[in-house]
């Protein structure tokens, strides 16, 4: 059973870079069976997708692409996600998942953005 | 970049069946945009139930079923529990670009 785990901090101060890892057990995250997203959802809103990676190939929200990088640690079974120049907007739940064929959904992570 | 458009709120009463649309503004939704959908409970993370318009997992209930109908991709309910009051959400690939719709709050009612 492949189970997905955010970390990071859950306090931003705005202009600055939120970093959040996502760790894979179960599986590895190189097998190249799983397409490795990130998505977002502000408190009582809907669902957001930020990007993927997958065999080292990504692709971001063209609304946030700008500020947005997707990689993957294969040495630590990981995958990051930064977003630069945060604001208030940003505020949200932070998801990571694997979608389609085999998916699999982190807890979430509650990122705020406050000075 | 293009918007998916699900139903805001759908109330069906308990043994019902209802039907739940997903459209795209670009226009009819084909297998090719791989309709997913999910299943989120208040404090939950989202739970997959359908990929690629039909498939299944493991965990799905059997009530859940996904299709294209009416050029929209449609996920829908048939002998619907108390347990299935939640906020669905679709899914679509608009090549490798994964746009959600807003969701739809169903009551079980």
């Known amino acids: 059973q492949v189970q997905l785990q955010e970390s990071g901090p859950g306090l931003v101060k705005p202009s600055q870079t939120l970093s959040l890892t996502c760790t894979v057990s179960g599986d590895s995250i190189s097998s190249g069976r799983y397409y490795w997203n990130w998505i977002r959802q502000p408190a009582g809103k809907g669902l957001e997708w930020i990007g993927r990676?997958?065999?080292?190939?990504?692709t971001y929200n063209p609304s946030l692409k700008s500020r947005v990088t997707i990689s993957v640690d294969t040495s630590k079974n990981q995958f990051s996600l930064r977003l630069g120049s945060v604001t208030a907007a940003d505020t949200a739940v932070y998801y990571c998942a694997s979608l389609g064929s085999d998916s699999y959904w982190g807890q979430g992570a509650l990122v705020t953005v406050s000075s | 970049q293009a918007v998916v458009t699900q139903e805001p709120s759908l109330t069906v009463s308990p043994g019902g069946t209802v039907t739940l649309t997903c459209a795209s503004s670009t226009g009819t939704v084909t297998s090719g945009y791989y309709p997913n959908w999910f299943q989120q409970k208040p404090g939950q993370a989202p739970r997959a139930l359908i990929y690629s318009a039909y498939s299944k997992y493991s965990w799905t209930p059997a009530r859940f079923s996904g299709s294209l109908l009416g050029g929209n991709a449609a996920l829908t309910l048939s002998g619907v529990q108390p347990e299935d009051e939640a906020d669905y959400y679709c899914?679509?690939?608009?090549?490798?670009?994964?746009?959600f719709g807003g969701g739809t709050k169903l009551t079980v009612l």
């Open positions: 899914l679509l690939y608009y090549g490798a670009q994964g746009v």
């Open positions: 990676i997958y065999a080292s190939v990504t």
